[in-house]
C-alpha cells in the first residue's frame, strides 16, 4: 500500500481501539475449548457480515469454522485468519496472579497464547486494509478463515483440502513473538513456528489369539494367556520414542517433539487388555522436509511397537505411503507456508463433533459460501461435511486396508 493507504489504515486501527479491547475481553471471558467455539464463532460472523463481508459458516463440515469474503472490484485476494480455541486447564481471571475466572475451576479452559488477542489482532488487520482499499480505491478482495481447535491442528488440514485457501495471492498470519525483540514469527515462505500433529491408535482385536494352542476360538481358561495389548504399545512406543530423540534431527535449528496420551479403550474386564489406546505427537520445525523426517522415525517405531504387543488397526495414508500400517495417523499443519503450499494429501478422518446443546441460535436464515463447490442449504440444521467431501480440490482418499495380527 501507498504511504497515505498506510495511515488511513493506522487511523482506522486508532479509532477502534476501544472496540479492540472490548472484544478481545469478551472472547477471553468465554474461553471455549476446541471444537466447542460456538458463541466465538458465532460472534465473528455476526461481526464480519456487520461490516459487509460475505460469510459462509460450518465450512468443511466444522460447526464452528467459517470463512468470510469482501471485494473492492478484481485483484489479488488476500488471506487472513482468526483462532479462538482455549485450552483445558488454563482458566485465569483477569488478574495478575494465577486465579480461575469466576464460576469455573482451574481445570476449566482458558486463552494461554491467548488466541482471544490473536484472533481480534487478525481481525483488526483485516478491518484496516478492507478501509484503506475503500478509501483509496485499491481494487482486490479479503478472505477471513475462521479456524476452530487450532491447538491441536484442527480446522487448516480440512479448510486446505476443501479448498478454501485456494486461489489467494498471499496468506497473512499474525502471532507475535513474546521475547526480544518482540517481533512477529511469520518468515517468508516458511514458519518458525510450523506444527504437524498426528495421532496413533493402537488396536488390540483378538487378545485371544496371542497365546492359542489348542485351537478354540476362545482360550478354555478365565485366567489364560492374552496379548500385552493396546496400553502396552502405546507405552513401548512413547517410552522409545523419547529414548530416540536425540537421534531423530541434527542438533541445530529450532524443532521441538511433544506427545499426549489420549484417553481411549482403558475400561475393560479383568481378563482382557485394553484394545484401543490414542498417542498423540507434536512437532514445531522450520520446515516440511524436518517434519517428514521426524514421522518416518515415529512411523516405523509405531509399527514395531504393535507388532511386539499384539495389536493391529487400519491404516490410512496419501499415494506415497499407501501401505498397510499396524497404526493409524492422521495429520494436521499450522503455519503459513503448509496452509498455501503444502495442502493435506491424505485421508481425513471425519470428526465426532461435541454436543451442539449449547450453541446460539443461527444468526443467519440464508447460509453464503466461499468454497465455489460448497453445498449448503437455507435450513438451519447441523452443517454437513460437505464441502470437505464433495470439493474438486480435495484430492483422493488412500485405500483402507487391514493387517492381520
Not at 486465579?99 to 488466541?115: F, I, K, Q, S
Not at 505427537?281 to 511386539?308: C, F, K, N, W
Not at 440464508?366 to 480435495?394: D, E
Request: glycine residues 8%.
Amino acid at each position: 500500500m501507498t504511504d497515505a493507504a498506510t495511515e488511513t489504515a493506522d487511523a482506522a486501527l486508532r479509532d477502534r481501539a476501544g472496540e479492540l479491547s472490548d472484544w478481545t475481553a469478551q472472547l477471553f471471558d468465554w474461553a471455549e475449548p476446541a471444537w466447542r467455539e460456538y458463541r466465538s464463532s458465532d460472534w465473528y460472523v455476526r461481526q464480519l457480515r456487520a461490516e459487509g463481508f460475505t460469510v459462509e459458516q460450518g465450512t468443511a463440515g466444522m460447526p464452528t469454522a467459517f470463512c468470510a469474503e469482501w471485494h473492492n472490484g478484481p485483484g489479488p485476494v488476500i488471506g487472513m485468519y482468526a483462532e479462538y480455541d482455549a485450552v483445558p486447564g488454563n482458566s485465569q481471571a483477569p488478574r495478575p496472579e494465577q486465579a480461575p475466572r469466576d464460576g469455573t475451576g482451574e481445570m476449566a479452559a482458558g486463552h494461554t497464547d491467548p488466541h482471544s488477542a490473536l484472533g481480534t489482532g487478525a481481525l483488526a488487520g483485516l478491518l484496516a486494509t478492507k478501509a484503506a482499499m475503500q478509501a483509496h480505491g485499491i481494487p482486490g478482495g479479503l478472505r477471513f478463515t475462521g479456524e476452530p481447535a487450532e491447538k491441536v491442528r484442527g480446522s487448516k488440514p480440512l479448510h486446505a483440502a476443501a479448498g478454501y485457501y485456494d486461489g489467494l495471492a498471499a496468506m497473512l498470519s499474525f502471532h507475535p513473538f513474546y521475547m526480544l525483540p518482540l517481533c512477529n514469527t511469520v518468515r517468508w515462505d516458511t514458519h518458525c513456528g510450523a506444527a504437524y500433529s498426528f495421532v496413533y491408535r493402537f488396536r488390540c482385536d483378538a487378545p485371544q489369539d496371542w497365546g492359542a494352542r489348542d485351537g478354540a476360538p476362545i482360550p478354555q481358561s478365565h485366567s489364560d494367556i492374552r496379548a500385552p495389548g493396546a496400553n502396552d504399545a502405546l507405552m513401548t512406543m512413547y517410552q522409545t520414542a523419547r529414548a530416540l530423540r536425540d537421534s531423530m534431527l541434527p542438533h541445530r535449528g529450532g524443532w521441538s517433539v511433544s506427545e499426549a496420551i489420549l484417553a481411549t479403550g482403558q475400561a475393560t474386564a479383568d481378563n482382557l487388555p485394553a484394545l484401543r489406546a490414542d498417542l498423540q505427537y507434536m512437532i514445531r520445525v522450520p520446515d516440511l522436509g524436518m517434519a517428514e523426517q521426524i514421522t518416518a522415525q515415529l512411523d516405523r517405531l509405531a509399527e514395531h511397537s504393535a507388532a511386539v504387543t499384539g495389536c493391529s488397526s487400519k491404516g490410512t495414508g496419501s499415494a506415497s505411503r499407501a501401505r498397510a500400517l499396524r497404526t493409524t495417523r492422521w495429520r494436521g499443519w499450522s503455519g503459513t507456508r503448509c496452509a498455501t503450499r503444502a495442502r493435506p494429501n491424505g485421508t481425513t478422518r471425519r470428526a465426532t463433533w461435541p454436543s451442539r446443546s449449547s450453541r446460539p441460535a443461527a444468526t443467519s436464515p440464508t447460509p453464503t459460501r466461499c468454497c465455489p463447490n460448497a453445498r449448503v442449504s437455507s435450513t438451519p440444521k447441523r452443517p454437513r461435511p460437505s464441502c470437505a467431501a464433495t470439493c474438486r480440490r480435495r484430492r483422493p482418499t488412500a485405500p483402507r486396508t487391514t493387517t492381520p495380527t
